[in-house]
């Protein structure tokens, strides 16, 4: 048997008809830029996510950096984050002008608080805590420590589209939220895509101006800005995906279950929700002292893997000039030898899974 980690064109199939007529619709409408299908797929996203509004923005990484623009970043401003994140939470901090600061993670492989507060300095402006694999961030601790401290919390939320803590969806704790729709993530636009959540009403209005040229109507531009919309074709397609979004969030925690069912007593650290948490999978990554001779074992059995993320962010060329070493984030340092993506995508079939399973098993075995 085969399983593929991941399989972009399956999940069309069943619905292809209605997006292409719903695509269709937006050809012959002529309308492209900012139109109605736009305008709908974002009220349905702030509705999903219990917040005021939700704007389309060209990807994550611009939702990211839009919304420190919107809290008025500004050179040498601190912005504290996780190291075992994708590279772009700590990229779209440097590119909006602050700095990263990063804070190791917890075995769950989120932020630790404790670690975040060690970290705040007199400079620190803002909190950008990563739903890392759709798992949510301790909000309660986080949220706590941003008040105490007069910061921001910026959620990185590019994986966990749906995810909640304590009844509360993730991209409603913060000034904003920031979703990814890459083709990757589990709410996937034909392309590139993002979105931000806020209840703020002057970020709001900030960011419908800042992802616009900073234009305040067609033809006055109050400051100068970028241009970074979400297409009204990937919205109309968008739109018709968001009413499979919880189904397909329920097969992958449905799979979820059974790997954690199936694996949690072997010499493996298992993700598991805790009671007030739910997790939407983006990744499934256990962690194991085996891990390579584990990936090499299912790659001759046809199940493909992937390691999310091989090297930290602070071992990148590019981080040089923030000055860490290695030894300085211990938890990340270590989950990095021993994590393991394996598929968790809701077009994989039970038999699918169950090979897995049974591969992960002999391999102990
Ligand atoms: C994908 C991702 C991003 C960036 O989103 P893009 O749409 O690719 O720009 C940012 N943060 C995390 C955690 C991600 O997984």
């Given at each position: 048997m085969?399983v ?339 598929p968790?995508?809701?077009?994989l079939t039970d038999e699918q899974v169950g090979y897995v ?9």
């Amino acid at each position: 048997m085969q399983v593929p980690y991941i399989n972009l064109g399956l999940q069309h199939k069943p619905i292809k008809d209605e997006i292409l007529s719903s695509i269709g619709n937006v050809l012959d409408s002529g309308q492209f830029i900012l139109g109605d299908e736009l305008t709908k797929f974002e009220k349905a996203f702030a509705e999903m996510h219990g917040v005021k509004y939700a704007l389309g923005v060209a990807n994550g990484t611009d939702a990211l950096f839009l919304s420190l623009k919107a809290i008025g970043l500004k050179e040498g401003d601190e912005v504290i984050t996780a190291p075992n994140s994708f590279l772009a939470s700590a990229s779209s901090v440097i590119i909006a002008g602050g700095k990263p600061v990063f804070a190791d993670v917890l075995e769950d492989f989120n932020i630790d608080p404790e670690k975040v507060e060690k970290a705040i300095t007199k400079k620190t402006k803002a909190i950008i805590p990563v739903h890392l694999t759709g798992r949510p961030a301790p909000m309660d601790e986080l949220v706590a420590l941003a008040k105490k401290h007069n910061l921001h919390i910026i959620e990185d939320a590019a994986q966990a589209i749906g995810a909640t803590y304590k009844n509360k969806p993730v991209g409603s704790f913060g000034t904003t939220g920031c979703f990814s729709l890459h083709p990757l993530k589990n709410l996937a636009a034909g392309g590139d895509g993002g979105v931000i959540t806020t209840n703020d009403d002057a970020v709001y209005k900030y960011l419908t101006i800042a992802r616009n040229h900073g234009l305040k109507n067609r033809d006055e531009c109050q400051f100068w800005s970028y241009n970074s919309r979400l297409d009204n074709l990937q919205a109309a397609l968008l739109n018709v995906k968001m009413k499979y979004i919880n189904q397909w969030t329920e097969r992958r925690r449905e799979f979820a279950n059974r790997y954690y069912d199936a694996l949690s007593d072997l010499p493996m650290i298992v993700p598991k929700d805790k009671t007030y948490e739910k997790s939407v999978y983006h990744t499934f990554i256990i962690q194991t002292e085996d891990r390579n001779e584990l990936k090499e074992h299912l790659a001759r059995k046809g199940v493909d893997s992937k390691i999310h993320y091989p090297m930290p962010i602070h071992y990148q060329e590019a981080a040089k000039s923030l000055g860490y070493k290695k030894g300085d984030f211990p938890v990340t340092e270590k989950q990095a030898e021993t994590i393991l993506s394996i598929p968790v995508y809701p077009e994989l079939t039970d038999e699918q899974v169950g090979y897995v399973i049974e591969e992960i098993q002999n391999f102990y075995h």
